[in-house]
């Protein structure tokens, strides 16, 4: 089997972080982002993984040669000489996705959930035709382009963009199942998978819905990427809680810690709920930390506070010191001590010597 990979360019939304690092490269639950879907990928038997990129970075194609060797698979680039949207990169990859009558994989490179692989392949070889879309439950559905099914069918009837009138609660997840026949409709031209191929794949009751169980959340931004932390840590507590700190250390407050083993927590902290802890990094004591993310090599100090923000690899706070409201610090930044930080993007390299007040980026 194959897949695609609609990995895109430079990551912007998820600035200042995608400055040192490739977005998918950029570590989630102390791993990178497109290492969860590749091992996934390879446990529902995929073999080609073609990453759909505008642009071709080095160090991506070091670390996915490791990839290759570890899961024997092979990993392609196929590079867009412009912006071809969502469905173009099918065209552009098409000497590997249509090498052979399996199905393929079509998947967004933001998207996290428990990738239900295996059984949405199955659902898909079982229904016999062209495309599966991974669909996911929404409160409210006014929101987004609802998918509707046939009567009592999982046969997608017809796509509704952001409706006034309740006509279901199922959203495109971002998530594909094509049969190789799919490619005989898509031209070598920027296209919109969903608004051009979609809705004649339906009117051609060639398109079926697949329903994902559990939690599903596009981390393609600050914000986004921290609640896709909380629900994958609590979607790790149900299912492999052995992973996470267990509850009778004494840091522990709240649950949901992911703490690598080579970082060291000091005396006296209070960490939960939901915080991931990356390798090498050194808490003080009396750390408040809740609802952020740690990555690589940080180091936090004595009575420091983070909640609801992301310090990127090699920084430290000082002591006393607090960030809040989504503070995202990119690579190696400094936080001077009894400082408070308040929804501030630093850029890589940054010193911090003064309170910032207010939400904004720091060059």
């Not at 939690?215 to 992973?243: H, I």
Request: aromatic share 8%; charged share 20%; glycine share 8%.
């Amino acid at each position: 089997m194959k897949a695609l990979i609609l990995v895109g360019g430079f990551g912007t939304r998820l600035r200042p972080l995608t400055l040192s690092v490739p977005k998918p490269l950029v570590d989630f639950a102390n791993k990178p982002m497109i290492l969860h879907q590749i091992e996934a990928l390879v446990k529902a038997g995929v073999t080609d993984i073609v990453l759909a990129v505008n642009y071709k970075p080095e160090v991506m194609v070091a670390v996915l040669k490791k990839y290759e060797v570890k899961f024997g698979i092979t990993i392609t680039f196929s590079v867009e000489k412009e912006p071809l949207g969502t469905a173009g990169p099918l065209a552009l990859a098409r000497e590997v996705l249509g090498k052979d009558d399996s199905p393929f994989f079509v998947l967004n490179a933001d998207v996290t959930c428990e990738y239900p692989f295996e059984k949405m392949r199955d659902f898909h070889i079982g229904h016999g035709n062209e495309g599966t879309i991974l669909a996911t439950k929404v409160e409210e559905p006014s929101k987004y382009g609802v998918i509707v099914t046939q009567s009592n069918s999982t046969r997608i009837d017809r796509f509704v963009e952001k409706p006034v009138e309740f006509v279901g609660n199922r959203i495109n997840a971002g998530i594909y199942i094509f049969s190789p026949s799919i490619l005989d409709r898509i031209e070598l031209r920027p296209t919109s998978i969903e608004k051009e191929i979609f809705p004649k794949m339906a009117s051609d009751q060639q398109l079926h819905t697949f329903d994902l169980e559990g939690f599903w959340m596009d981390v393609g931004q600050p914000k986004d990427f921290l609640t896709g932390t909380c629900l994958y840590l609590s979607s790790v507590a149900k299912r492999n809680p052995e992973l996470l700190a267990p509850a009778s250390e004494e840091y522990v407050n709240g649950g949901n810690v992911l703490v690598d083993p080579s970082a060291r927590i000091g005396k006296g902290c209070k960490i939960g709920p939901n915080v991931t802890i990356g390798p090498n990094v050194v808490i003080g004591d009396g750390v408040r930390l809740q609802r952020c993310v740690l990555m690589e090599a940080t180091h936090v100090k004595d009575y420091a506070w983070i909640k609801n923000s992301i310090v990127g690899w090699h920084s430290s706070i000082g002591r006393w010191s607090r960030l809040d409201g989504v503070t995202v610090l990119g690579d190696d930044v400094h936080i001077g001590h009894e400082l408070y930080i308040n929804g501030a993007s630093v850029l890589p390299h940054k010193s911090i010597n003064s309170n910032v007040c207010e939400p904004g980026i720091v060059m």
